[in-house]
């Protein structure tokens, strides 16, 4: 009866085995200990096409697990003029390479050294990785006193251990807060994964969704057809649960506000759950909006390929808006999509002058945090609603949840959106409890696969780096009966439903709008005894 | 292993300077020359490091956001944590700098058996770390009085109220004690906290050890062997107006001690001890989370290639048509 499991497989994994965590590290020193690759702990590399796809260099078929990666001849060379041109192009870069002092508050913040243990995931190792080339062949100290300064010869085993290491990282930047200079190891891994880049060191769970989002304008590869199906199913849906029809504008010239959400919305569940609460709240709304099929990606897995591709994907957004001739955007609930919206999209790609400070149609709020970029993030636009008392509500139609929050990395760290999300969860549902204040808002733990690492063959260290997360909601499912996790955030919603699965389970995910629409008193609805799910809106246990 | 090539640098230098003094008779070149090349290398090669990093523009704007960011007008945005003015950024950083906040709220992770992962407040990294810092900064400005005729009045008003216990004479100051305290707690924990020591550096043994020998050096000199302060202070007097004068009968300690200062000056630059100007630059903490309302400009902005709308259009275009979405082109 014995059921067999793989790696990539959540029930490989047991609990008391996966807990026997040691965080003291080995006695061989970091510098001549190689990481051992096996499945659960690294991502398969990208598929050649998508590599020509993107016309990124050396396209070829490799494992991590061989001895040749069949590196470029001058890979050497490579990776210093990489070095040496970032060093030139970015302060922080140069900054965090030189002041770290190791003092070792970072090392329990990472949500990977916390869950496994090995100690090249405390933050500050995983930046000496690099820095210790850096001082061999960037710094006078280093060239004179090799390893008594830190610095170290670069061979190919630093190259396969910056792999394994840079693609452990979520990019979260917790590490960042507690550091007394600010040192962000989302910045040093975005410049190894950069570096890694220009061997043709990349992994396909990031490479195909960039080079899908490229060509068909988000990550899934959804053409501009099946877009428009996979929306009119979720208007059938809403129509079957609440008797409204709801309207799908798409590429709608003239329209006032342009809507752009992950595509991650479009299929997986719980996200459509919550791509459908949107639909609701537009129409209820009479909001003039579209959808656009070419900009039908927020997310951006540029950001965990480089700057440029960053760029070369978020270009859509703003192009579209220009050829549609809207005033301004509306952001749907996504983590990493809103540091790109909030910290680079401008910079990048604007000044949007062409748009229009964005103004409320509804409330007449002119959103005025927002007037360069124009974009505006839903939950901010649902909370100015909610203030103003725009929409009916009936909370009561939650009340089979118990919701808990939880703060995604990005819009935490990297925006600091935290009101927002608690406001419109506090109006729209009556049984919301935090929580420990040592895991939410600035101190928020990632879900284990951020950063384009929340795949399935990833699944031990998903598992380990969701135990902070996973345990915090355990806490409160013990301790308050919590039984839904609330996040405004694409990657989230499919993470962290494995995270909750293994860690807390029968807690179960769902996006904020998801809740907001089922608590929406529509006009013209039918008896709503189903919520958008499909199921009973009250649990058949209540009295 | 790398705790002993730190101290044995540190003891091969106090060596030398002993050894070249007593034996040597190399006073002008320890008490001399090394101090003007040290002084020299540390001035210019701290203009260079900073020169080099401000050389770098900061292309995007990445403040690591610890508060509630500035939206809509009533919810309350967090002036420190995620300042959305060039004041709150400035309040943010300045308590960064003189009290190293983010330090403050450190905490200390275990996972307990269940499992439960518990995270709680930890101050101590944060209090060694503010008693060696200040007490250092303190020490520095008592030297003036060496260096300075007269001497400045606050200098006189610090060393007074260091002095407060009176214990012993001369008199202990509580900020000695504190500086060779706290570094000694930095040197207990880089020993003995597993993580720590596996993270730590030669290099970062080497910088604490030096400074141990300077406050150890400085201690005897003024409570055990009594140095004649008049001459030393001549002889600092002599430094700074380039006409240098050699203490009459200096103890080979004090040699030792400028030596040691003249080695962490000389070293300073090229070492993580930069740390403290590197923090003034550090661009997820002094930028102010505005980036939605100011655009942010990056110096060397390329283009790149992008796929455009007319592309993607001549791509899936009968597609589009059949589904009935609209077209540019028909």
Known sequence: MA????????????????????????????????????????????????????????PRVWSPTDEDWKLPANWKEIILNGIRERLDKYRSFKVFMDICVRCGACADKCHFFIGGGDPKNMPVLRAELL????RSDFTTAGRILGSLAGGRPLTVDVIKEWFFYFYQCTECRRCS?????????????????????????????IMEPVANCFRTGNHLGIQPHGLKDTLEFFADDIETYTGVRVDIPMNKKGADILFVTPSGDFLADPGIYTCMGYMVLFHELGLNYTWSTYASEGGNFGLFTSHETIKRLNAKIYAEAKRLGVKWILGGECGHMWRVLHQYMDTMNGPADFLQVPRSPITGTEFAHARSTKMVHIVEFTADLIKHGKLKLDPSRNDKLKVTFHDSCNPARAMGIFEEPRYVIRNVCNNFYEMPENTIREQTFCCGGGSGLGTDEMMEMRLRGGLPRGNAVHHVQQKHGVNRLAAMCAIDRATLSTVCEY???????????????NAMVLKGETKRELDLRGEPLHSQEAE | MKVWYGFMGVVALMILAGVGVQALGLQTLFGVVVPYAAMGIFLVGVVVKILSWARSPVPFHIPTTCGQQR????????????PHTKFGVLC?????????????????????????????????LWAGAMVFHWCMLVVLLRHLRFFAEPVPAFVGAITSLDGFFQLGLPELYLTTAGLLGGLLYLLARRIWVPQVRYISLPADY?????????????????????????????????????????????????????????????????????????????????????????????????????????????????????????????
């Not at chain 1, 006695?27 to 990208?46: D, L, V």
């Not at chain 2, 950083?93 to 995270?119: D, I, W, Y």
């Open chain 2, 92 to 124: 943010r950083m300045g308590l960064e700098v003189l009290c190293f906040r983010s330090l403050f709220g450190n905490t200390k992770m275990a996972v307990r058996p269940g499992p439960k992962v518990v995270h709680g407040p930890t101050q101590w």
């Open chain 1, 503 to 517: 860690w807390a389970p029968e807690v179960r995910v769902t996006g904020i709008h998801e809740m907001v629409a």
């Open chain 1, 131 to 134: 820095r210790s080339i850096y």
């Open chain 1, 177 to 205: 807060v507690f550091c007394p200079y600010g040192i962000d190891t989302a910045e040093i891994t975005m410049m190894a994964r950069e570096l890694l880049n220009l061997l043709g060191l990349n992994v396909n769970w």
């Open chain 2, 71 to 82: 939206s809509l007008s009533w919810i309350r945005s967090s002036y420190l944590d995620s």
């Open chain 2, 206 to 330: 080497f910088s604490l050890f030096l400074l141990i020998g300077i406050a150890t050096t400085g201690i005897l000199l003024r409570h055990f062997i009594k140095i004649d302060l008049e001459s030393v202070k001549g002889f600092a007097l002599g430094l700074v107006a380039f006409v240098p004068v050699l203490p009459v009968q200096a103890h080979y300690l004090f040699y030792v001690h400028v030596f040691l200062v003249s080695i962490l000056l000389a070293y300073f630059p090229f070492s993580k001890l930069m740390h403290f100007a590197g923090v003034f630059l550090s661009p997820t903490r002094n930028l102010a989370n505005d980036s939605r309302a100011r655009r942010h400009v990056n110096p060397w902005n390329a283009p790149v290639k992008t796929h455009t709308y007319a592309e993607y259009e001549d791509e899936f275009r009968e597609r589009m048509v059949g589904a009935g979405l609209p077209v540019e082109k028909t």
């Open chain 1, 3 to 58: 059921e067999t499991f793989k790696p990539d497989q959540m029930a490989f994994y047991k609990q008391d085995e996966l807990v026997r965590i040691d965080h003291k590290p080995p006695t061989t020193a970091w510098m001549r200990t190689k990481p051992k690759f096996k499945i659960g702990n690294f991502i398969y590399p990208a598929k050649p096409k998508n590599l020509e796809y993107m016309g990124f260099p050396n």
